[in-house]
Nanobody, 124 residues
Framework: QVKLTESGGGSVQAGGSLNLTCTKS????????MGWFRQAPGKGREFISS????????NYRDIVKGRFTVSQDEVKNTIFLQMNNLKTEDTAVYLC?????????????????WGQGTQVTVYS
């Protein structure tokens, strides 16, 4: 059974930083790593970043490149998302999920394995 637990959300002024953590227990066959997604009110869930467990290859959504950094611990059951220069449009519930290979081979495709989410609010 897979369990994912996020922490580290909160409220921060625009331009500030937050560091999110996601710890997993268990795993799923075929999973290549873990990723971060977010969902703002009235919007769909969108991919933010992912990291492959075996070699640490990372992927980012264009709008967060240069501001967000994903990393994993040595045991590879915990990932982090360092978010710098936060903007009001980054406000959302941030969710951690297992990721699988997409059609193009990248490790970005989510499936049914999600954490409960952590709220990030950025105010001006």
């Amino acid at each position: 059974q897979v369990k994912l637990t996020e922490s580290g959300g909160g409220s921060v002024q625009a331009g500030g930083s937050l560091n999110l953590t996601c710890t997993k227990s268990g795993d799923a066959i075929g999973s290549c790593g873990m990723g971060w997604f977010r969902q703002a009110p009235g919007k769909g869930r969108e991919f933010i970043s992912s990291i492959k467990s075996d070699d640490g290859t990372t992927n980012y959504r264009d709008i967060v490149k240069g501001r967000f950094t994903v990393s994993q611990d040595e045991v590879k059951n915990t990932i982090f998302l360092q978010m710098n220069n936060l903007k009001t449009e980054d406000t959302a519930v941030y969710l951690c999920g297992l990721v699988f290979r997409s059609y193009d081979g990248t490790c970005v495709r989510p499936d049914y394995y999600w954490g409960q989410g952590t709220q990030v609010t950025v105010y001006s």
